[in-house]
């Protein structure tokens, strides 16, 4: 492997949903940690699940599932710890996954405009071709609220 | 040689809070925020009826000296399935009772976390942030976030429409006898 395509390779951890595989580039990854309580109370905020303690931190849990895979997960097997930018500000936000990630290395194509706004590029592995994602857009965040802004909210609060 | 005056730790900032109950979701509040705890009962001779369109988490007023509060049924504020409420906060600095199930305990929080950034709804007008108890993560209510001023600017406009009609009635009455 030449120098210049060695600089190409960039890391990238593998995670499922369901029978589904999708990428999150692994500079955003902050650990993964097995499945522990979820603490609910009312909001209106739709593909948040609620919250889990980590490690004196309370963290968001994000399910992104039914967007990605059409459904919700049934079973948890562990939540991807990731870095979700907010501008300037960085928070911790946990992905419910269905089985365990794997940390390769690859090169990513870059998403075109008629890709989905979560899809920040695409890996080809093991014969797959796979989403990165983009967490920035998939995850709920003041911006998207702002996007909404004229869309009427629901009535019921969630969960 | 004198050694460097030991630096005294800095006490940790706490705060009473109360824990309630409105439909069996947990939820904590400043107890600097509550000016009073009242019986649900209590209030019900004093009360006056009211209707704001849109807004059917208020249906009562109590008319306090040259002050209107406004009862708040807490369930529908949250969208939580609606229960009676027993008990009533009347909530400092604000025009708010707000009507719960019950007390469950005070307590002392040593930290508030700001509410994550993902949630980016009408919650955050809501609450002030979220703390951890007993390993469990309780949201803490914003006092003056129960009634918007629009909601505000609606039920005084309710209540006078409600004033006016007392006031048209009793006329009513004076005028046959």
Excluded at chain 1, 38 to 57: A, E, Q, S, Y
Excluded at chain 1, 131 to 141: C, I, K, M, W
Excluded at chain 2, 40 to 69: F, N, T, Y
Excluded at chain 2, 95 to 103: H, P, Q, S, V
Aim: net charge neutral; proline share 5%; aromatic share 6%.
């Amino acid at each position: 492997m030449t120098v210049s395509a060695e600089l190409e390779l960039q890391s990238f951890v593998l995670l499922r949903l369901g029978e589904r595989r999708f990428a999150v580039s692994a500079n955003q990854i902050a650990e993964l940690v097995a499945p522990s309580r979820v603490f609910r109370f009312p909001h209106r905020t739709p593909k948040l699940d609620g919250v889990i303690l980590r490690r004196g931190r309370i963290v968001p849990v994000c399910d992104v599932s039914e967007m990605l895979v059409g459904k919700r997960l049934t079973s948890r097997r562990f939540y991807l710890i990731a870095v979700r930018n907010y501008g300037t500000q960085r928070e911790w936000i946990a992905i419910p996954v269905t089985g365990e990630c794997e940390l390769i290395n690859a090169e990513m194509t870059a998403a075109v405009e008629s890709d989905a706004p979560h899809v920040g590029g695409w890996l080809s592995h093991d014969g797959d071709v796979i989403e990165v994602l983009n967490l920035d857009t998939l995850t709920p965040g003041p911006e998207q609220l702002r996007a909404q802004a004229a869309t009427p909210h629901a009535a019921e609060a969630l969960p | 040689m004198r050694l460097a005056a030991p630096v005294k730790p800095s006490p940790v900032k706490t705060e009473q809070i109360i824990l309630f109950r409105v439909s069996g979701q947990l939820f904590a509040v400043s107890s600097a925020s509550v000016q009073e705890v009242r019986s649900a009962d209590s209030m019900s001779g004093s009360e006056i009826e009211i209707s704001a369109p849109g807004l059917r988490k208020v249906r009562h007023v109590v008319r306090r000296g040259d002050r209107s509060l406004f009862i708040v049924n807490g369930a529908m504020h949250f969208g939580l399935h609606a229960t009676e409420g027993a008990l009533l906060f009347v909530l400092r600095k604000t025009r708010t009772a707000l009507l719960i199930d019950g007390i469950d305990k005070m307590s002392t929080m040593t930290r508030l976390q700001a509410l994550p950034l993902s949630f980016c709804h009408e919650e955050r007008q809501w609450y002030r942030g979220l703390t951890a108890l007993d390993q469990t993560v309780i949201p803490v209510v914003k006092p003056e976030g129960f009634l918007s001023l629009e909601e505000l600017a609606l039920l005084d406009a309710a209540l006078l429409q409600a004033d006016n009609t007392a006031a048209a009635a009793h006329e009513e009455t004076d005028s046959a006898q």
